[in-house]
């Protein structure tokens, strides 16, 4: 039994032809979309790099604020351990101001959107890891320094107080040591942070975080009474 395929209107050739014609167009329309879809990727990748590497950018802004009363806060936590000692023989005098650190919150959140919107995974796997290790190194600091905060809101309970008891000695110095440990432990990941963000070249920060002066609170002088340091440590931050 034989079967005969019917045969082309104007022959095999002119079928053929025909038939390639349509195949070249879908390729030319497969290869158009594929290039929009990479050019579009491409801008996706430009605009996510560049929003992450400004945040970053200002989050290191931010720790170098940190970095310029660092020998402040170096020198209030020894004189705090002083203190301490000199509580406990007669003729101790309270301090009048302890002060604190400015709390200066890093920021992640261009980071976590756009790796919720898929855009991270555009950049290569070398420039993926090295932008994950300078967040892995700089969120940590956030929660250090609200720890820090609570050492210090304890070690503050010196102010002014002539006859601090044995128990309050004992909780303080508990909190000088955490008050160092959270001190060490910042250091340490803003260190490694920008060790790790060396790589990326970031831009310039926004001038907000260039410019802005942080508050003097830790490097007021013990003996400043508190009405007169609280009127020298505003800033543009508002801090107390």
Known sequence: ???HLPKPLHGWRAFVGEVGIIVLGVLIALGFEQLVQNIGERRARQQARESIRQELADDFARFRKRAEIQPCIDKRLNEVATVLQAAER??????HWIGRPQLWEAESNRW?????????SLFSP???SVVSAVYEDILPVDQQERQEQIAWAHLRSLEDEPHPSSELLAALKLALEDARLQNWLIQINIDQARLA?????LPTPRDVFAFAKGSPSVCLSMDTPRSLALSTIRSPWGEP
Do not use: I, S, W
């Not at 007669?90 to 301090?95: K, L, N, R």
């Open 126 to 128: 070398e420039e993926q």
């Open 112 to 120: 976590e959107a756009a790796g919720q919107a898929g855009r991270t």
């Open 90 to 95: 007669p003729g101790y005098e309270a301090p």
């Open 197 to 201: 963000a060396n790589a990326l070249r």
């Open 1 to 3: 039994m034989h079967v």
